[in-house]
């Protein structure tokens, strides 16, 4: 089953054309990397499918269903999101989790013992158990960003979209989100969608890739077949070296 279909995605804003008949499928189960140059309307394609945008398109289906006829909280319950930008709140971890069943309830919910359970093993497999009554502003840079893939888990929602989650972490940090995301997407069934800027994550962590460059579709295909020197060269207009390593092949 496709977790996402997309014919013809235009995005215009200020009579600036963002992105330009787009046209791709995403595989149920898939990791897809989104890369490109700055300003290749990478961030836009994420607002887009979620609809904090508008868009012209001649269909765009998740998992079937026409996200156009979707309301924003069907829409929720098929799609969560991990934006750029982290809050600065003072909510505790727990009730920061609790927000991501909100697409679920009625306006002024209570949790559900389930729920609450729920909330409680996604903060373990998100190693964030001891820091369940901490502060969210009181977590480091890594631990926020657990902490919102914690919160798009209890959404338990099948696709998850992601905007560079490993931006400002250390090489530790980032492996770490980075196997989280690949044991997230094994073990609980998801389709992962993360833009990011480093094509050796991509290369190493994730299944598929999406190239953008001034919001048109440089190329697209299963990792192992098109990230590759050539491709890269074409897509940053700059020189690559491709090289193996012992984690396999790296560029720069």
Known sequence: MLALSVDQLSVRSHHTLRLDHLSFTVPQGSRLAIIGPNGAGKSTLLQALLKLIPSTHQSLTCFGQNIDQLSRKALAQLISYVPQMQPDLAVTVFDWCSYGRMPHQSLGFSLT????SLIHTMLARTNLTHFANTPFNRLSGGERQRAMIAASLCQETPLILLDEPTNFLDPKQAHDI?????EIA???DKTIIS???????VAHYFTHCLALKAGHL??????KDVIHRHNLEKLYDRPFVEAMSEQGVIFW
């Open 186 to 188: 094994h073990t609980l």
């Open 218 to 223: 440089c190329f697209m295909g299963a990792v």
């Open 178 to 182: 980075l196997t989280l995301l690949t």
């Open 113 to 116: 013992d389930q729920e609450q």
């Open 195 to 201: 833009v990011t800027h480093d094509v050796n994550e």
